[in-house]
C-alpha cells in the first residue's frame, strides 16, 4: 500500500490528540526532534479510522480498545512544507500535508510502547496542557495545531469548561487565518 498524495502534492494525513483530563500527549520525534502529537499518512485504500488506530498502534503502541473517538476535524487542514524538507527524489512529489485531526479520550491507564516499528517515531513522551503544544511543535505545522485544537476543544471541554488561553496565546492566533487553510470542499 501507498501513501495517498493529492494533485497538488498533499499527503493525506491522520493526526492524533490523545487527551488525558485536561492535558495531551506530546512525543519528543525520535533522536529530539522536536515535539509533536502522533500522526501518519493515509494509505490507498485506507479509510481514515483505520490509519487513525493503524497510526495510534504503530507510534505509540496504544490500542483501539484504550481510547474512544470524541471527534474530528470537520475539514481536512493543509500546510505546505518549507523547500528545504520537500524530498525531491521520491515520486509522486510531496510539498505538504493535509490533515484530519481526531480528538482521543484515553480509557485506561497504559504503557506507551515505541518499538512497535523498526524506526519509532517518538523515545519520549509527556503529558502537557491542552494548548502547549502548538509552542511546542515545529513552526510549519503551529497554525495547524491552533486550527485543530481550536475546532476541538468545545468537544474536549464541553459545557464551556476549555482551560483559559495562556497569555502568548493571541502571537498564534494570526497563524490560524492565514496558514492552515482548510481544503475547500471537503
Do not use: H
Amino acid at each position: 500500500m501507498s501513501d495517498v498524495i493529492d494533485p497538488d502534492g498533499f499527503r493525506a494525513n491522520v493526526g492524533i490528540v490523545l487527551l488525558r483530563d485536561t492535558d495531551v500527549f506530546l512525543g519528543r520525534r525520535t533522536g529530539g526532534k522536536g515535539w509533536q502529537f502522533p500522526q501518519g499518512g493515509l494509505r490507498s485504500g485506507e479509510a481514515l479510522e483505520q490509519a487513525l488506530f493503524r497510526e495510534l498502534d504503530e507510534e505509540i503502541g496504544v490500542p483501539q480498545s484504550a481510547v474512544e473517538i470524541i471527534g474530528q476535524t470537520e475539514r481536512w487542514l493543509r500546510y505546505r512544507l518549507p523547500p528545504r524538507y520537500v524530498r525531491r527524489n521520491q515520486q509522486p512529489l510531496c510539498t505538504g500535508q493535509k490533515q484530519r485531526w481526531f480528538l482521543l479520550r484515553l480509557t485506561g491507564e497504559l504503557r506507551f510502547d515505541f518499538g512497535r516499528t523498526r524506526e519509532p517515531e517518538f523515545d519520549e513522551w509527556r503529558w502537557v496542557p491542552y494548548w502547549e503544544p502548538v509552542r511546542e511543535v515545529i513552526y510549519f505545522k503551529r497554525a495547524v495545531y491552533v486550527r485543530a485544537l481550536t475546532e476541538l476543544a468545545p468537544l474536549a471541554f464541553p459545557r464551556g469548561k476549555q482551560p483559559p488561553f495562556p497569555p502568548w496565546w493571541a502571537q498564534y492566533q494570526p497563524l490560524e487565518r492565514t496558514n492552515a487553510e482548510a481544503e475547500p470542499g471537503d
